[in-house]
């Protein structure tokens, strides 16, 4: 029988961690690989066994009335903390040579971070090798033309102009849209949508059931700061908002949120979603907020390629959606700085390191799907689920 000789420096307290590392690292891998290698085991995955670990999730969290999300997040950064404070004064406590000490403590963080990427695959990463949903439908996605961008820009300017005047009763209302509204009240009309909007993406039956309402962020000031609107957090799988945002954008991100949390994974597939179940939706405010979501993209895709025609449909726009439109631009741009350049660029890796090969670009390409959606069923008003707008007030 052959001698085991320990390799220089390799302390034998390093050996569990180093091969707990190995197996959850390599396992990770083998997940990841699976997903991206093969759709239709990543899209299974998203119709099937997300569905079942979504129940379990949400049945327990829908009934928490705060984001656990917070606390999840918040203890994470206190335990890795404490953990780095221990490291430190478990390598200043040994004995020299430290090599022994170090290769344990390193083994450890592979055993945290193996840990958290494959529960972040089994719980939702998976998905991300799905197909998207204009290949799952079947959809002919073309580029944007020119002819099409003008004629849907004229169509939901004058479309988002009268669901304006149906929520204040004049062309201003002195105010941005959704002052003194309680934004939580949006969740209830968005949850009795998402049927009639899933169903139109081919969604089953099985797949939409109700998660529970939208969750505000305490965090939300910090979210600000990193210019995130909204979050879906696997590991309690809770859709969060950032309370701070403006009211009239709140329905559309708090949909876009609900979105990933019904397994839509590409950005420009959770507009589009967030997007059919805001219009779909019987509360004026929150359609409104999903039709002038659509006006500013097609607006903006346009601009690329015409941009004076494209400021003379801004200019067609009622004094009141311009101020929204206004108010919107100048809270996000008021929170741009070093925090919010680290974010964006942490979020562009993270959705190119999950197959979304466009990284933050992808939030604009939800256009084309708009655009192919409103050409097939012949326009705006036609394509609205509703039709006319409820007159409210805000």
Same mark, same amino acid.
């Given at each position: ?9 390799? /302390? ?11 197996? $959850? %690292? !390599?396992?990770?891998?083998? &997940?990841? *690989? =699976? ?107 073309? /580029? ?11 169509? $939901? %300017? !004058?479309?988002?102009?009268? &669901?304006? *005047? =149906? ?122 907020? !999903? ?104």
């Amino acid at each position: 029988m052959g001698t085991f000789v320990q390799a220089p420096g390799m /302390d034998p307290r390093t050996r569990k961690p180093a091969m707990a590392a190995v197996v $959850l %690292v !390599g396992a990770a891998v083998v &997940l990841q *690989l =699976a997903s991206s290698l093969s759709p239709a085991v990543a899209d299974a995955y998203a119709r099937w066994a997300g569905p079942l670990i979504s129940r379990v999730l949400t049945g327990v969290s829908r009934w928490v009335p705060v984001s656990l999300t917070d606390f999840v997040e918040g203890g994470a950064i206190v335990a890795l903390l404490w953990w780095i404070v221990v490291a430190v004064r478990r390598v200043r406590a040994a004995e020299k040579p430290k090599l022994p000490v170090l290769w344990t403590i390193v083994a450890e963080a592979w055993v945290i971070v193996g840990a958290l990427h494959l529960s972040f695959l089994l719980l939702f990463g998976i998905g991300y090798g799905r197909p998207g949903l204009a290949e799952r439908m079947g959809w002919d996605i073309a /580029d944007d033309s020119r002819e099409g961008l003008i004629a849907s820009g004229e169509e $939901l %300017v !004058g479309h988002v102009n009268g &669901l304006y *005047l =149906a929520i204040h009763g004049s062309e201003d209302g002195g105010e941005p849209t959704g002052t003194g509204v309680d934004p939580r009240t949006f969740d209830a009309a968005l949850r009795a949508s998402w049927p009639t909007a899933g169903a139109a993406m081919g969604m089953a039956p099985g797949e939409l059931f109700d998660r529970g309402p939208t969750k505000p962020l305490l965090s939300s000031p910090i979210y600000s700061k990193l210019l995130i609107a909204g979050i879906y957090f696997p590991y309690t799988g809770e859709a969060n908002i950032n309370m701070q945002g403006p009211v009239w954008q709140q329905p559309l991100t708090r949909a876009h949120e609900m979105a990933h949390q019904r397994f839509f994974y590409d950005e420009s597939d959770a507009n589009f979603a967030g997007f059919l179940a805001c219009v779909a939706a019987d509360d004026p405010l929150v359609r409104y907020g !999903g039709w002038l979501f659509a006006q500013r993209q097609v607006l903006k895709q346009l601009q690329r390629q015409d941009p004076e025609l494209a400021l003379e449909l801004v200019r067609r726009r009622h004094p009141g959606v311009q101020r929204d439109v206004t108010f919107a631009v100048t809270f996000w741009r008021s929170h741009v700085g070093k925090a919010s350049g680290v974010s964006q660029k942490v979020n562009d890796a993270y959705l190119k390191a999950n197959g979304i090969s466009d990284g933050v670009q992808a939030y604009g390409r939800s256009v084309r799907l708009l655009q192919y959606w409103l050409a097939d069923c012949g326009g705006v008003a036609e394509c609205d689920p509703l039709r006319e707008p409820t007159p409210s007030s805000p």
